[in-house]
């Protein structure tokens, strides 16, 4: 597998930008972390991530639980899988915690992503539209999974969206999150009906234009790694894994 490299300070950025396009209601930090506090279905708006993969105090993760405890919420964890936070792992695991949802973390530069697209981008707006919308909640998907991610991404400042119509109908959609030095990509949903026909690329050439035009270079994205067919595409438009994560969650009693 192809990989990317980042440093301190590109990990961190990339984690804060990661918050700016969910914008959960609040985000705390506390040392090497960052907290975000939702209700919502979209587990990065919901789950402690380190801003840093090495030098994180497993100790910590008693504090943290405390203060998701005191919002009444239950403690999640977004861990990359590197050496550096072996030892968080491990405490995670000895607290009960088990490892699910493996996920890739691939980073490219925009004007790659931009040549995929060999047609006609898609349509991008700075403010949510119910045509961009009407993807999420189509015939197929999770509606409420869907309405969620609605939600989300429509309460962040730093957000675009890119939709495309066939004939009057909303067949594909996603967002990009301009912040933090960063393009990222979220949201990304074509209609089943309508797979395989080059739409996903229309969308990601449009969140391309739009990246170009803020002056944005670098872009990442966040994909389960099981999903064959969304990482086959953005192969092709020059991402690279830079790391893997889990979520880890706890089914105990709060």
């Given at each position: ?122 349509r991008v707006a700075d403010l949510p539209s119910p045509a961009w ?122």
């Open positions: 597998m192809q990989t990317f490299s980042l440093d301190d300070d590109a990990i961190a950025s990339l984690e804060r930008a990661t918050l700016d396009a969910v914008a959960p209601p609040a985000v705390q930090a506390i040392d090497g972390w960052l907290l975000p506090f939702d209700t919502s279905t979209i587990g990065r708006a919901k789950s402690a991530v380190p801003v840093r993969h090495h030098d994180i105090d497993p100790a910590q993760i008693g504090t943290i639980e405390s203060l998701y405890a005191e919002r009444g919420l239950q403690a999640a964890f977004r861990v990359a899988d590197v050496p550096g936070l072996h030892d968080v792992q491990t405490e995670l695991t000895r607290l009960g915690y088990q490892a699910q949802q493996p996920t890739l973390v691939q980073v490219s530069m925009v004007a790659a992503m931009h040549a995929l697209c060999k047609g006609k981008s898609a919308s009407a993807v999420y909640v189509a015939h197929g998907f999770d509606p409420v999974d869907g309405a969620h991610r609605v939600q989300a991404l429509s309460r962040s400042a730093h957000v675009v969206y890119a939709h495309v119509e066939e004939n009057g109908q909303s067949v594909a959609a996603g967002t990009a999150a301009l912040s933090q030095g960063w393009a990222s990509i979220h949201g990304m949903r074509t209609v089943p009906a309508r797979r395989g026909h080059g739409l996903a690329a229309r969308i990601l050439g449009g969140l391309a234009d739009t990246a170009t035009q803020r002056g944005l270079e670098r872009v990442f994205l966040q994909v389960e790694e099981g999903n064959a067919a969304a990482l086959a595409l953005y192969a092709r438009a020059g991402f690279a894994t830079a790391w893997r994560y889990h979520y880890w969650r706890s089914y105990r009693p709060t």
